[in-house]
């Protein structure tokens, strides 16, 4: 019979995060981190700067003033004599017009600028969300894991120290306390690593959302199902269709086609037309005005080369807008399969939740305090609880930031069957 009968009521699930730790979900957390993160700032000044050099596209070039300064001198053709002199200047204004829509072309040009912009805000809030809720569920499972080792250890440390206050006589008492004192060692060292775990996704997450370093939040049980997504043929297509590099790689081979429509068309001649006005004083007063007119004659063909550049830098988008589409669909089915494979394997641990496991275990510690069950098997359940809860959360966190991957591929948008 055992040397003790009375049941020791059970430990409380301690927490890593203090009492006065907020809770927040993770739809909440993400949505905090995107509004408050100090880096966003640029990208909407990115946007702001392409709107001032769209409306800059559309503007003629300044008109250009030219000023001249000289002598004249009058002579007499027949006597060869010098009639008169004096100093003569002219001022003309030339204003230059481009043909062949060349403006509308510079203007296409930083539309699709402005266009990149707004694609490079929106693929940074929907990476940062996604990184908010990953971070937000590993903080949850690590408080989690910490919860049942601290459990544990707490459990296998009362029943020894109560194993060694009543003195029993012989040896066997005395090596069970030290196996259930080794036991809680483990157990603590498990706790005390999901708490490093813990609190490196907590200051990140402060980094993230601009709060200081030692605010502490408590993450919200969140919603632990996992959809069932469809194909990995249907989810290559939706993401090829709303994917934001893919977006952005499009818009810049659109660009770099209208820059190889405005190299072609700078050889078509600039006209710069404008007044001048021409004044000569000697013997006699003289002035001249009306309208100056000048153009350039693209006679060598310089710009062949400039065209020959654009055209290389069109051909290296276009190469990397189909690299870059066969590899999104190469991440989009790698992460599908790697979400299928941990969602398979969560549902056919049937009533394999964290909760099941610490009853269990829980069970255990009444039935060896009544001297049902012997001591192996009591710390056999005990490690046991331990490690089918983090392997329970590690596997759908692992899921999550599949099907969190999947998500951003897909351009942020929702997952749907």
């Known amino acids: 019979m055992r040397y003790f009968v009375l049941a020791l009521s059970i430990a409380a699930i301690p927490t890593i995060a203090s009492a006065q730790a907020t809770g927040i979900s993770l739809d909440r957390l993400a949505q905090d981190v995107v509004s408050n993160n100090p880096e966003r700032q640029f990208y909407q000044r990115q946007i702001e700067t392409a709107g001032v050099e769209r409306a800059a596209a559309g503007r003629w070039a ?134 490093a775990e813990a609190n490196s996704a907590l200051y990140e997450l402060n980094q993230l959302r601009g709060a200081p370093f030692a605010a502490r939040i408590r993450i919200i049980r969140p919603d632990m199902t996992l959809p069932d997504l469809g194909s990995g043929q249907t989810l290559a297509e939706s993401a090829n269709a709303s994917n934001f590099e893919l977006k952005a790689l499009r818009a810049q081979f659109e660009q770099q086609g209208l820059r190889v429509d405005l190299a072609r068309k700078a050889r078509i001649p600039t006209l710069g037309v404008g007044p001048y006005y021409d004044r000569a004083r000697s013997d006699i007063r003289e002035t001249n005005y009306g309208v100056r007119l000048s153009t350039t004659i693209p006679l060598w063909n310089r710009q062949a080369g400039e065209v020959a550049v654009e055209q290389g830098r069109q051909a290296q988008a276009n190469a990397t807008l189909l690299n870059a589409e066969r590899r999104i669909a190469r991440d989009v089915f790698d992460q599908a399969a790697k979400y299928e494979a941990k969602r398979k394997a969560l549902s056919s641990w049937e009533g394999a939740s964290p909760q099941s496991f610490a009853s269990a275990a829980q069970d255990a510690d009444r039935n060896y305090r009544l001297g049902a069950i012997p001591l192996t098997t009591y710390m056999q359940m005990q490690q046991s609880y331990v490690e089918a809860t983090n392997a329970v959360l590690d596997t759908r966190r692992e899921a999550l930031e599949s099907l969190l991957q999947l998500r951003a591929l897909n351009g942020g948008n929702a997952l749907v069957r």
């Open 62 to 195: 300044d008109p250009e003033a030219v000023v001249e300064f000289g002598q004249r001198s009058a002579n007499d053709r027949t006597t060869g004599g010098l009639l008169g002199e004096g100093v003569t200047y002219a001022v003309s204004i030339v204003q230059s017009i481009e043909f062949g829509g060349r403006i509308a072309l510079r203007r296409a040009i930083a539309e699709r600028q402005v266009a990149l912009a707004k694609i490079g805000l929106q693929q940074f809030d929907a990476t940062l969300a996604a990184r908010a809720r990953s971070l937000g569920y590993g903080l949850f499972a690590a408080d989690e894991k910490a919860a049942a080792a601290r459990t544990v250890a707490q459990r296998m440390r009362d029943l020894a120290h109560i194993i060694v206050s009543r003195d029993p006589a012989g040896p066997a008492p005395r090596l069970e306390a030290a196996s259930l004192q080794a036991g809680a060692i483990g157990a603590e060292r498990t706790a005390a690593i999901a708490d």
